[in-house]
């Protein structure tokens, strides 16, 4: 089935007069990044060259996606716009309510009773507002967009970080927050600081153990978890051409996780292929038609170095399978010996008690046939699993298909467990522990993206390790961390040593895909006459009410919580159980900064009340200011709000009455969710003043009244003995942005412009 081949028709008729002048005002060859962002500029033909990482620039996307966990507060926004129906294409993909428990029937049975009002809710919205909806258990967001929804060329956006995934198929698809999604919903024109652009070299060719996963893993480790902040990764070279179109995403999907504003690769054979294979041949044809428009200038990849801000090169035929973790996705090991003295050094738990396969980023026909050859060699040489083992399939027409093929018959012969076409443990959503809290060290192996600490299952103390779907495979049969399948032999049943061959699989499925039911539901013509109902009383949904402008004399603010270390957006609003309330702000701001290690006693969840000298819980001692009429700041260290675009991380700070969050530096999406909801989002002049501030410090803004693009802010900073410190604050305000602070919001704003 094809969507939108209109739309996607009028994409490609405009590209070639769009981006003929765009190469003419830039006065040079193009990448394929800039291609498209040239094609897609909200005021049409190109008139300037925009400068990277500097000019704030309007972009006018193709489409949007949201899955249910932040479809709901952006679609509550939405309602509040005046608006009868989306501008562009709009899908909610119902994912992350689920959770993994005992297998794909039950849980989805549970999901659907557990969280049928919410689901009721966003089927309805859909209805109205003319947006598809794709039902539970339907698929995870990132691989059903894949199969039905991106094209080469396009711009997305979508509620989820991981919305990068499609850069597979040749897209600049980029995570936001639910504001941003509401403005181009609302017909408006969406804002993006022009990005810096990393090319990366792929020479070589990938075989052996080593997979797509591995590509990902060693750019982590080159570029860290902020390397590639405020930039679009680039893709290319002979590695790149000779790559599956799903491996393609799997590389695009964990840019996430270096902070890269999306990735993508020029359109190439296996994205022809991947096209046809999944019904959309008409997609194909017309990308065929424009195909020099669907990858940079020749002259680009030739000579990467002149037109690209960074360039790296890895030789694919000399890469190795790696496990990248624990607690962080950019710290590699190399399988084997080196991952047994690093984790003796370190005290990592070297027996593995999960391997787990799937999530947005390792679930398709090829991951699963992939690992299923591994456990086929299990099988075979009469070895049995170390370790549990889960499967996730990426959607229903990949279950269906591999079901269909006997993949997934394989995977259930070693007892592993099939668990819903959803998120599940890759997004906390994992019945593991009955009290995660209080459960023992270990460690697992998946082949998902993040590996923050508590992220899969709740527990501090599980180590996860990402890899890839077979070498994943490999370590859940061994049960070592260490476990090299280049070299290692393991004892079978029979007690004779036996070795584990190279995986083999299936880039698409022989016999082509299938599907009897794909879980999609069409909206009505008409959503004028559809009711959409929340109950006041409800403990999942809340309507919105709009914020209070901060206003421009800030004045007695004190420190909420001065964070230390790593902290990311599962920090500032954990994921997991918490998922429930995502359409109540009310109540999911009570995990508001509860995974924040405070820097003064090193604990989470613990700080001072100055109004009491206290220590209690952070949503706790936060309420006590509001409830006293007290605005307050929080503190960060770098890549402050690293991980998910979900905008709850600003929102609750804000509805709780957090005014600013001063850090060493933001990650993209954050940094622009706190601007979307009215707040002020600063970083030190001076990183060293990050140790000025002090536990019962309160914050006077000298010149909020002042506030002005690309001037500092000062602040003095009066401590408990009425001593003072002066600090200058940087931020990256524009004028439109300054707007939304005053206004308290996008939205505000928005529905002042509706009005």
């Given amino acids: 089935m094809t969507f939108d081949i209109d739309m996607i028709k009028r994409v490609y008729a405009r590209m070639k007069k769009r981006v003929d002048a765009a190469r003419e005002v830039v006065g040079r060859p193009l990448t394929l990044s800039e291609k498209i962002l040239y094609n897609h500029l909200w005021e049409g033909m190109p008139t300037q060259a925009f400068e990277r990482g500097k000019d704030y620039v309007d972009f006018a996307p193709d489409r949007i996606a949201c899955q249910d966990a932040t479809a709901q507060m952006a679609l509550l926004q939405f309602m509040q716009a005046g608006k009868s129906k989306v501008a562009v294409p709009t899908t909610v993909h119902c994912d992350h309510l689920i959770q993994a428990k005992e297998g794909a029937a039950k849980d989805l049975k549970r999901a659907n009773d557990i969280s049928s009002e919410v689901f009721d809710f966003l089927e309805s919205v859909s209805d109205k507002y003319g947006i598809g909806f794709w039902k539970p258990g339907a698929g995870i967001i990132h691989q059903v967009v894949l199969e039905n929804y991106a094209f080469p060329g396009g711009m997305m956006i979508g509620t989820d970080s991981h919305t990068v995934n499609a850069g597979g198929l040749g897209m600049l698809a980029i995570g936001v927050g639910g504001a941003d999604a509401v403005d181009v919903?609302?017909?408006?024109?969406?804002?993006?600081?022009?990005?810096?652009?990393?090319?990366?070299k792929l020479?070589?060719?990938?075989?052996?153990?080593?997979?797509?996963?591995?590509?990902?893993?060693?750019?982590?480790?080159?570029?860290?978890?902020?390397?590639?902040?405020?930039?679009?990764?680039?893709?290319?070279?002979?590695?790149?051409?000779?790559?599956?179109?799903?491996?393609?995403?799997?590389?695009?999907?964990?840019?996430?996780?270096?902070?890269?504003t999306t990735s993508t690769f020029g359109y190439d054979e296996s994205m022809d292929r991947y096209l046809r294979a999944t019904d959309r041949e008409g997609v194909a044809d017309a990308a065929n038609e424009v195909a020099n428009y669907l990858t940079a200038d020749a002259e680009v990849y030739d000579n990467p170095e002149q037109y690209f801000d960074q360039v790296i090169e890895i030789n694919l035929s000399e890469l190795g399978p790696l496990l990248n973790g624990p607690?962080?996705?950019?710290?590699?090991?190399?399988?084997?010996?080196?991952?047994?003295?690093?984790?003796?050094?370190?005290?990592?738990?070297?027996?593995?008690?999960?391997?787990?396969?799937?999530?947005?980023?390792?679930?398709?026909?090829?991951?699963?046939?992939?690992?299923?050859?591994?456990?086929?060699?299990?099988?075979?040489?009469?070895?049995?699993?170390?370790?549990?083992?889960?499967?996730?399939?990426?959607?229903?027409?990949?279950?269906?298909?591999?079901?269909?093929?006997?993949?997934?018959?394989?995977?259930?012969?070693?007892?592993?467990?099939?668990?819903?076409?959803?998120?599940?443990p890759c997004i906390g959503q994992w019945a593991r522990y009955s009290d995660p809290k209080n459960a023992p060290k270990n460690s697992i192996v998946h082949s998902f993206n993040r590996n923050f600490a508590k992220r899969a299952d709740g527990n501090p103390n599980t180590h996860a390790f990402v890899a890839s779907p077979e070498l994943t495979a490999a370590i859940a049969i061994a049960g070592r961390l260490d476990f090299n399948p280049l070299k290692d032999k393991l004892i079978n049943e029979d007690g004779e040593e036996v070795m584990l061959d190279e995986p083999t699989g299936w880039e698409l499925p022989p016999k082509g895909f299938d599907v009897k039911d794909n879980g999609y539901?069409?909206?009505?013509?008409?959503?004028?006459?559809?009711?959409?109902?929340?109950?006041?009383?409800?403990?999942?949904?809340?309507?919105?009410?709009?914020?209070?402008?901060?206003?421009?004399?800030?004045?007695?603010?004190?420190?909420?919580?001065?964070?230390?270390?790593?902290?990311?957006?599962?920090?500032?609003?954990m994921a997991g159980p918490w998922l429930r309330f995502r359409g109540h702000l009310d109540n999911i701001a009570n995990n508001t900064l509860i995974g924040a290690v405070n820097a003064f006693n090193k604990q989470t969840n613990f700080v001072k009340n100055q109004l009491t000298g206290d220590y209690a819980g952070v949503p706790d001692v936060q309420r006590a200011y509001k409830a006293a009429g007290i605005k307050t700041v929080v503190v960060g260290d770098h890549n402050y709000g690293e991980g998910s675009s979900?905008?709850?991380?600003?929102?609750?700070?804000?509805?709780?009455?957090?005014?600013?969050?001063?850090?060493?530096?933001?990650?993209?999406?954050?940094?622009?969710?706190?601007?979307?909801?009215?707040?002020?989002?600063?970083?030190?002049?001076?990183?060293?003043?990050?140790?000025?501030?002090?536990?019962?410090?309160?914050?006077?803004?000298?010149?909020?009244?002042?506030?002005?693009?690309?001037?500092?802010?000062?602040?003095?900073?009066v401590h408990a003995d009425g001593s003072t410190d002066t600090i200058k604050l940087n931020h990256t305000y524009n004028d439109s942005q300054i707007e939304w602070f005053k206004e308290g919001s996008a939205l505000n704003l928005i529905k002042k412009q509706n009005a």
């Fill in 327 to 424: 607690f962080t996705p950019d710290l590699s090991t190399e399988v084997g010996s080196d991952m047994t003295k690093r984790a003796n050094e370190n005290q990592w738990p070297l027996k593995v008690e999960w391997g787990l396969i799937g999530s947005c980023t390792n679930s398709s026909y090829e991951d699963l046939s992939r690992a299923s050859s591994i456990a086929q060699q299990a099988l075979d040489k009469n070895l049995k699993t170390k370790a549990e083992f889960g499967i996730n399939p990426g959607s229903e027409q990949v279950r269906y298909t591999a079901e269909r093929d006997g993949i997934l018959e394989v995977f259930e012969k070693l007892d592993a467990t099939i668990f819903t076409n959803a998120c599940g």
């Fill in 646 to 717: 979900r905008e709850h991380a600003a929102m609750q700070p804000r509805h709780l009455g957090v005014a600013a969050v001063i850090v060493k530096s933001f990650a993209r999406i954050h940094e622009t969710n706190l601007k979307k909801q009215g707040m002020l989002g600063l970083t030190f002049d001076n990183e060293a003043d990050y140790d000025v501030i002090l536990e019962d410090d309160t914050f006077n803004f000298v010149d909020l009244n002042a506030f002005a693009p690309g001037k500092q802010l000062t602040v003095e900073v």
């Fill in 521 to 573: 539901l069409e909206p009505v013509e008409d959503g004028s006459g559809v009711n959409v109902v929340v109950n006041e009383n409800s403990e999942r949904l809340q309507l919105l009410t709009p914020f209070v402008p901060i206003g421009d004399s800030l004045t007695g603010a004190k420190l909420l919580i001065k964070a230390f270390g790593k902290c990311t957006t599962d920090h500032i609003s």
């Fill in 185 to 200: 919903m609302a017909g408006m024109a969406w804002e993006l600081k022009f990005p810096k652009l990393i090319g990366v």
């Fill in 203 to 260: 020479t070589g060719k990938l075989s052996g153990w080593t997979a797509p996963k591995d590509v990902i893993l060693k750019v982590a480790e080159i570029l860290t978890v902020k390397g590639g902040t405020g930039a679009i990764v680039e893709y290319f070279g002979p590695g790149a051409i000779a790559m599956s179109c799903t491996g393609k995403g799997t590389i695009c999907n964990m840019g996430a996780e270096i902070g890269a």
